[in-house]
């Protein structure tokens, strides 16, 4: 029964969370293209990171092209283990320490990266590449809102140059894919602090990565994290359950944990958490995830065409479990 309720979960949620134009919703789920009732820190609303406004992708570091073809080899290329759902669009992925750096995974479940730190991810949607976003830590003190910029470019219709553009694109280069406005890209990633890294963590790199991808045993490998994780060899720390049953944690973990966390400030009125810590994998029933939904009575009722909804997840009932209502609202 919980194994099939989590699958019910995970795939649910899989084919009921685009919108009706079939817009990318990977990491701006719900929230307007404008970006209303934001507030962007005066710091990284400024040209960019330095005295050097990045007004091309190439002038971020990524590559040593404007067409971005020959990357960097200090980028790393890496992919997470759990990936966002992106509405058929494929995406590519690199972060770049300083040189002579560490990640501090004092605390596991949030890492904090040196001062400096890059990360890029390209979005290609029918063929076309559209955005590539763009993340730099510019201040070391992880708890300002000012502490990391983040931007976007938009790739033309040649795909030979990607220029930053501030406030949101929709159906870029002629596909059906939104870019975010810079508001959009802070909304999510403030809700998951000090890190505000939302792909690269301690479960997220725990798996054997595909080719020369960055995982958990390789930054071992490189010195590259202040604090190894337990174990000699991947999995340091393995998910629970059936394979269904872990498919279905890191789905939530990846989708919605960086939002669900007690870090977010949704947290004061949905008290749920729906991203894995990792002293909490002992048993399916251990972990986070289920013990903040399954069985429990929401504080906040849903309502659909005047039927109530107050149980988050009911044990083997997923048409009467308001999380599965809502997320298919």
Known sequence: MRTALLVSLALIACGDDSGSDGSDTDDTPGIDAAGDGM???????????????????????LCDDDACIMINPNAREYTPRFPLWSDTATKRRWIMLPPGTTIDTSDADFWKFPLGTKLWKEF???????ETRYMEKIQADDELSSAWFFTT????????????????????NGTMHDVPTRANCRECHDALHPTRVLGIGAIQMDFDAPG?????????????????????????????????????LGYMHANCGHCHNPTSSNFGHTQIQLRLTTGNLETLEDTVIYGS????????????????????VDPGSPDTSSLIRRMTS
Do not use: C
């Open 39 to 61: 507030t962007i820190d005066a710091a990284s609303d400024a040209p960019g990171p330095d005295a050097n406004p990045r007004a091309t992708l190439q002038g971020t570091g």
């Open 212 to 248: 020369t991808g960055l995982d958990l045993d390789q930054l071992v490998a490189e010195n590259l994290l202040s604090v190894p994780p337990p174990g000699a060899t991947t999995p340091h720390y393995p998910l629970p359950g059936t394979d269904v049953d872990k498919q279905a």
């Open 153 to 172: 470019y938009v790739w033309n219709s040649t795909q030979d140059m990607a220029v930053e553009t501030r406030d949101g694109v929709t159906d870029a």
């Open 124 to 130: 290609t949607r029918d063929g076309v590449r559209v």
């Open 293 to 312: 939904t399954v069985g429990v009575t929401s504080n906040l009722t849903y309502m659909e065409n005047g039927t109530p909804f107050t149980i988050i």
